[in-house]
């Protein structure tokens, strides 16, 4: 009977642990692209911004949750506009070489009208 109470224990344990980590990464995304061999994640921040996080091999590389132009937490007026920036900022990553995370890195606004991408 002991062996009955500690299998079920471990099962359901297991269980929990599993439906933990599907909420964290599936309600955290608001939708998600794979673009040159990178994942990029469109997250919500503050309810009515976006931001993202990008992924190579697993690995986060770059987390982008405020404005890159005002340093607002607000983030990014829409999801089109954070995976517009995503997507540029994967084509710099090519010409960096260095794995660290990058986060919340600040751009100038004429990525902003490069990418037309309003900046405010």
Sequence with gaps: MRKLY?????FLFSLAGTKAQQR???SYTIGEM???????????INSNG????????D???VQ??????????LGLKNKEEAYKLAKWQVQQLHQRRSSALTKNQRFSRNVAKQLSISSN
């Design 34 to 44: 794979n673009f040159e061999g990178y994942l990029i994640r469109v997250v919500p």
């Design 50 to 57: 976006y931001g993202y996080n990008i992924y190579f091999k």
């Design 24 to 26: 964290a990464t599936n």
């Design 59 to 61: 690995k986060m590389v």
């Design 6 to 10: 500690i299998f079920i224990f471990l």
């Design 64 to 73: 982008q949750l405020n404005n890159p132009f005002t340093s607002s937490p």
